[in-house]
């Protein structure tokens, strides 16, 4: 008669009621710090939460950044003002804590540049929780506008909802300056505008 085998205790099971916890934290070490300069150390120091915690959910800082990202809260365009007017739409999305957040998230954008030759999933992850959201929201203003008559109906409206993110990047990436209300309102009016406007045949063919 053969003996039967021991019985394995299975191993304790992972506690993840934390994981939002350090993920901000990682968030936050990021936008401060940069890829390179950040450390596990710094993220568990900020969400107090022990080091070994952090490695045994995410075996290595581009794991940790890759999921952070992923997990950012995205922007809620759910409930788009409808304002009768494209640039009525578009400045009435202009709320003081919508420029924060986008400034923060051009920080964090700065901060992996360097990982994103490195890890295509991290820009994936890039694009849809920082680019997506407001895009996706400008393609719904610009459709409303095309139906409603307001602008060119051959516009090509993929590309013009890149413009304002596009710009708001060079500018903080490149030139080093600060994005306020100005300068989105100069987005809307010197650009955008100007790109979806009516021929002043085609307003007379109404």
Not at 88 to 94: I, K, N, Q, S
Request: with cysteine.
């Amino acid at each position: 008669m053969t003996s039967a085998a021991p019985v394995t205790k299975p191993g304790r099971k992972r506690d993840h009621t934390r994981d939002p916890e350090i993920l901000d934290a990682a968030i936050e070490v990021l936008a401060e710090n940069g890829y390179d300069c950040m450390t596990i150390d710094q993220v568990a120091a900020r969400a107090k939460a022990g080091k070994a915690t952090l490695y045994r959910r995410w075996p290595s800082k581009a794991e940790l950044v890759i999921d952070a990202v992923g997990c950012l809260k995205k922007d809620s365009y759910e409930n788009l003002p409808d304002t009768g007017t494209l640039r009525g739409d578009l400045l009435a999305m202009m709320r003081p804590p919508t420029i924060e957040d986008a400034q923060k998230k051009i920080r964090i954008m700065s901060g992996v540049v360097s990982m994103l030759d490195r890890s295509p999933e991290l820009g994936e992850a890039l694009r849809a929780a920082m680019v997506e959201p407001r895009a996706a929201a400008n393609r719904v203003l610009m459709r409303r506008a095309i139906d409603r008559g307001e602008i060119r109906a051959d516009c090509d409206i993929e590309m013009l909802a890149m413009v304002s993110a596009s710009m708001v990047f060079y500018r903080t990436m490149i030139m080093r300056q600060a994005v306020d209300r100005e300068f989105l309102v100069s987005i809307i009016d010197e650009v955008l505008l100007p790109a979806v406007r009516k021929t002043d045949t085609e307003v007379t063919d109404r």
